[in-house]
């Protein structure tokens, strides 16, 4: 168990729909990050928050947005929802925010079904 | 535009036989390197880091190894076991004070008993 829990496990939606994804890091753990896997790929960054603020963004959609709240768990919002959209979204903590070998503890991830 | 590769989807190994996963990068920036390990239905983890700095790391039964002038990393598990049998992820971060990782695809690594 690494500690880092993500609600839900799986979704089933529809297109155009919007959803979101919920993520509780590890104690103590400041920095969260969220990825996305679709099949086939790898672990993709979309985006970091560090103690509230956003940190470092990759490859996010318009239509997805974060954020992390003063108890540190952290949203990912995904909204007019495409097929493509299906994928397995990963959130991962860390203590700070980078400049360090850190390395980031990965929850068991939410599955995305978009029908 | 994938930094991080790696080239084999898939590897099988007789048990107690050597295994090496390969990995390439194109980013002269990455400065840190990791595999991370992944079960179905959980999430990945940590596993072996190496810096740049060296050119080889040693965890046990797990030796990674960094050529910075191949831009190519390979991961050594010797003995292999059935408990190995997973998906394995390259992964490198840059020198940009942020701590995201850029991901390989992976290579699933089966253990034949």
């Known amino acids: 168990d690494s500690g880092v829990t993500q609600t839900p496990k799986h979704l089933i939606t529809a297109t155009g729909q919007r959803v979101t994804l919920r993520c509780s890091p590890r104690?103590?753990?400041?920095?969260v990050y969220w990825y996305q896997q679709s099949l086939d790929q790898g672990l993709q960054f979309l985006i970091q928050?560090?103690?509230?603020?956003?940190?470092a963004k990759g490859n996010i959609l318009e239509r997805f947005s974060a954020q992390q709240f003063p108890d540190l768990h952290s949203e990912l919002n995904l909204s007019s929802l495409e097929l493509g959209d299906s994928a397995l979204y990963f959130c991962?903590?860390?203590?700070?925010?980078?400049?360090?070998?850190?390395?980031?503890?990965f929850g068991s991830g939410t599955q995305l079904s978009v029908l | 535009d994938q930094q991080v590769k790696q080239n084999s989807p898939s590897l099988s190994v007789q048990e107690g036989r050597i295994s090496i996963l390969n990995c390439d990068y194109t980013n002269s920036m990455f400065d840190y390197f990791l595999w991370y390990k992944k079960y179905p239905a959980e999430g990945p983890t940590f596993l072996i880091s190496?810096?740049?700095?060296?050119d080889k790391n040693e965890d046990g039964r797990f030796t990674v190894f960094l050529n910075k002038s191949a831009k190519h990393l390979s991961l050594h598990i010797v003995p292999s076991q059935p408990g190995d049998s997973a998906v394995y992820f390259c992964?490198?971060?840059?020198?940009?004070?942020?701590?995201?990782?850029?991901f390989g695809t992976g290579t699933r690594l089966t253990v034949i008993p």
């Open positions: 992964a490198a971060r840059a020198q940009t004070g942020a701590n995201n990782l850029f």
């Open positions: 104690s103590g753990d400041l920095s």
């Open positions: 190496i810096s740049s700095i060296k």
């Open positions: 928050y560090y103690n509230g603020e956003e940190r």
């Open positions: 991962a903590s860390s203590r700070i925010p980078g400049g360090s070998n850190e390395k980031l503890f």
